[in-house]
Nanobody
Framework: QVQMVESGGGLVQAGGSLRLSCAASGRTFSSYTMGWFRQAPGKEREFVAAISWNGFSINYADSVKGRFTISRDNAKNTVYLQMNSLKPEDTAVYYC????????????????WGQGTQVTVSS
């Protein structure tokens, strides 16, 4: 089991950038696919990005391709989400999650979740 704590959220103007971090506990972090999901008010949780245990396989939602970059540092048990060119529609609570499977955009694959960090993009 992996436990995670997200950080780095906040308020930013449209066009700005933020970097989210997800610090995980547990010696098996490096064996998990890690992902980011988000949930806006009144909407379902949606996939954002996922990265395989070795970083060689990455998957992005179409809505964030070219703007967001997921990365990981297994030595620090941390996964990152660099978010550039932010838009008001990116406003949501962002969640970090861990999966034992390859990086598919399927929430059901991810069995461990963080508490989330709020990202608000003003227009």
């Amino acid at each position: 089991q992996v436990q995670m704590v997200e950080s780095g959220g906040g308020l930013v103007q449209a066009g700005g950038s933020l970097r989210l971090s997800c610090a995980a506990s547990g010696r098996t972090f490096s064996s998990y696919t890690m992902g980011w999901f988000r949930q806006a008010p009144g909407k379902e949780r949606e996939f954002v990005a996922a990265i395989s245990w070795n970083g060689f396989s990455i998957n992005y939602a179409d809505s964030v391709k070219g703007r967001f970059t997921i990365s990981r540092d297994n030595a620090k048990n941390t996964v990152y989400l660099q978010m550039n060119s932010l838009k008001p529609e990116d406003t949501a609570v962002y969640y970090c999650a861990a999966s034992p499977y390859r990086p598919r955009p399927v929430a059901a694959d991810f069995g461990s979740w963080g508490q989330g960090t709020q990202v608000t993009v003003s227009s």
